[in-house]
Every structure is written in structure tokens, then in C-alpha cells.
């Protein structure tokens, strides 16, 4: 079973930028796709970014442009650098494997809070 842990969430300016981490633990980070997701309050979890095993992307419309997703397999690390922050990104981010439905356990996630 993957274990997960995020960090590097905080309070934001709208434009702002912020780099968000996630350490995981067990061969399936390295042997997965990984993505980050966000829950925002009083909405349902949503995708923001995937990344293959080679290192390919893919990111929602509503970060396009915005969001980089990256990871580290030999350091079982995955990272999501955010530029030019919105108050809609306002929510609890979450790493873990792609697809959603193949989720076994989730961490913690952090809170990524934009407001002025």
C-alpha cells in the first residue's frame, strides 16, 4: 500500500506562485502514472495533472498554462509548481496514482488557500 505525504500548501496573493510536494513510500509510485487532484470546499475531488511513468503530461483546462507537474522516481517525489494563482484554485490537493478509480488510500493532502 502507497503511502503519501503533501506538503508546501499555504496562503497566497492571486498571481502569486507556490510549489507543492509529495513523498511517497512503496514501488507503486514508481511502477504508476501519478496526478495531483483538488478538493474544493463544497465541491467534489477533481483531476489537475498527470504525469506517466516517462514523464509525460497532462493537465485540466483550468491550469493549463498555469500548473507544471513533475516527478522524481529515484527519489519517489512528485511535485506541482502553480504560477499566476487563482481564488479558484483555493482547495486541499492531494497526490496519488491515475486513474482516480484504481485509489486504494489517500493522504492528507494540503491546503492551498489564494486570497488577497
Known amino acids: 500500500q502507497v503511502q503519501l505525504v503533501e506538503s508546501g500548501g499555504g496562503l497566497v496573493q492571486p498571481g502569486g506562485s507556490l510549489r507543492i510536494s509529495c513523498a511517497a513510500s512503496?514501488?507503486?509510485?514508481?511502477?504508476?502514472?501519478m496526478a495531483w487532484y483538488r478538493q474544493a470546499p463544497g465541491k467534489e475531488r477533481e483531476l489537475v495533472a498527470v504525469?506517466?511513468?516517462?514523464?509525460?503530461?497532462n493537465y485540466a483546462d483550468s491550469v493549463k498554462g498555469r500548473f507544471t507537474i513533475s516527478r522524481d522516481n529515484a527519489k519517489n517525489t512528485m511535485a506541482l509548481q502553480m504560477n499566476n494563482l487563482e481564488a479558484d484554485d483555493t482547495a486541499v490537493y492531494y497526490c496519488?496514482?491515475?486513474?482516480?478509480?484504481?485509489?486504494?488510500?489517500w493522504g492528507k493532502g494540503t491546503l492551498v488557500t489564494v486570497s488577497s
Open positions: 512503496g514501488r507503486t509510485f514508481t511502477m504508476s502514472p
Open positions: 496519488n496514482i491515475y486513474p482516480i478509480y484504481a485509489v486504494r488510500n
Open positions: 504525469i506517466t511513468i516517462t514523464g509525460n503530461t
